[in-house]
């Protein structure tokens, strides 16, 4: 479900990739079964394009890395985190409008 510019996050590279980022790092944690995961995914795909130069776009299969769902409290998908200098400054879930999405990462800016 990711693309090019979406960053696969799992355990093994969940801390290279999201904690010690340099960047700001929005995370979408989601399921293959999940309809608003769904409607959210192209989203995601869309802000990861405009703000590849200035943050990292990742998402959690939460069936796949159940671990790090739990690690981050992430009771309903989609759940959209957004990390900066290793820690979580933002965090919604359900279906929002790309516009939430992207105002999210312009505060972590």
């Known amino acids: 479900m990711a693309n090019e510019v979406v960053k696969t996050l799992t355990e093994v590279n969940f801390e290279q990739e999201v ?3 340099d960047k700001p ?19 995601i795909d869309q802000i990861a394009e405009a703000y590849q ?3 990292i776009v990742g998402k959690v299969n939460v069936d796949e890395e159940a671990p790090l769902a739990i690690r981050y409290n992430v009771m309903t ?10 820690e979580i400054i933002d965090q919604v879930s359900g279906a929002y409008p ?3 999405f992207e105002e999210m990462l312009e505060k972590a800016l």
């Open 19 to 21: 904690l010690k980022a």
């Open 25 to 43: 790092v929005l995370v979408d944690f989601w399921a293959s079964w999940c309809g608003p995961c769904r409607m959210v995914s192209p989203l």
């Open 53 to 55: 130069d200035k943050a």
């Open 77 to 86: 998908i989609p759940t959209v985190i957004i990390f900066k200098n290793g």
């Open 98 to 100: 790309k516009a939430q």
